[in-house]
């Protein structure tokens, strides 16, 4: 029943509301137990009075709709009400119909006040002037609880707007936080295969004399580009709202390894106890192994670079050390198993160092980057939470 009611107009349930309130001002038993300001008479009800209640409570159904509109009706039936002496329990819609204005108008509010003081003044001087013996403490009395419920109208209306406000704000965030870890996870995975792939398309530009040289070097491009392609199809899987979070590879750190050096980056690799199942720590060392040798084939190619991963109960630690570029051959032979002597020095942009090292403080872990003694060392350390 609730559910049904709140699927329901918001016209539909307001008038429910009048209706009720209407019912209520008919009953024998509450005549003249309504609002009364100017202490006259009370009068009887009669059929003039089955107009002045629906005219007092039927606008409610607009009160969200056209607050203004209901306010005017309201208060002209709540004015006959008062002069007329009848005194029902429908004047009780006028504070509920100035909440409402002061709750849903958009505009003209500061103007509306203004021209319903003017009406309340109006209404006192009538009523004085038909033998009221209300007396003017009774007559601001009562404007200021009218006072009253418009405040908390207004009040209403600006909770509801830093409601709103709180929920733009949240929404933003939110989208901006997405579009940067998309970046970051699109960055990781552009950057390092399409820099393998122009390496080793480089290297083979030297190797039309060596068809089976040229033959492992196309292969390894086409490799990399498969894994690329793997890559990026796991992250439009992270734009579909029915996929999990949690972070996935296309491989294993062997497999990385393994295309560094098909991309003539002589690596050594050492890794220190296993791996556990696949998850956020583990994802992370993977990716900041993966940002470290892309940024060895950028910038340090054909130079000798260690990686070194220990697998503890309670952290992964991670550490690259790349050297400087080795440049002894001149540019456009080839050594080392054909590879251009000149390093291939691509431009970068700097945002795979900065996304390094957000991902690892999200899992409250520690990330350097800096030159030792002519090295670039990348160090992590990253809770693995298997304590």
Known sequence: MIDLWRRLDVTVR?????????????????????????????????AFALLVVAVECLPLALRRRWPAGCLALVSAGFAVDQLWGYHTVSGSALPIALLSA??????????????ASAAYAALAVALASRGSSEGWTGFVTFYFALALAWGIGAWLRQSRAAEAEHRRHVAETTRTAERTRIARELHDVVTHHVTAMVVQTEAARYLTAAPERLDQALSAITDTGRLAITDLRHLLDLLN??????????????????????????VEFTEVGSPAAAGSAEAVAYRVVQEALTNALKHAHG??????????????????TSGTPKLSVPSGSVENGGAPAGPVVLPGSGRGLVGLRERVDVLGGEFTAERREGEFVVTARIPAGRA
């Open 241 to 266: 709202p029915g996929y999990g979070t949690e972070p996935r590879t296309s491989g294993s750190l062997e497999t990385l390894i393994e295309q560094t050096r098909r991309a003539g980056q002589p």
């Open 102 to 115: 002061a709750a849903y108008l958009p505009r003209y509010r500061w103007t509306t006040v203004a021209s």
């Open 303 to 320: 130079s000798r670079t260690e990686v070194r991963v220990e697998h503890g109960a309670r952290e992964i630690v991670v550490e690259v």
């Open 14 to 46: 307001d008038l429910a509301f009048g209706l009720l309130l209407a019912g209520l001002a008919l009953i024998p038993a509450l005549g003249g137990y309504g609002t009364q300001v100017g202490n006259l008479p009370t009068r009887p009800m009669d």
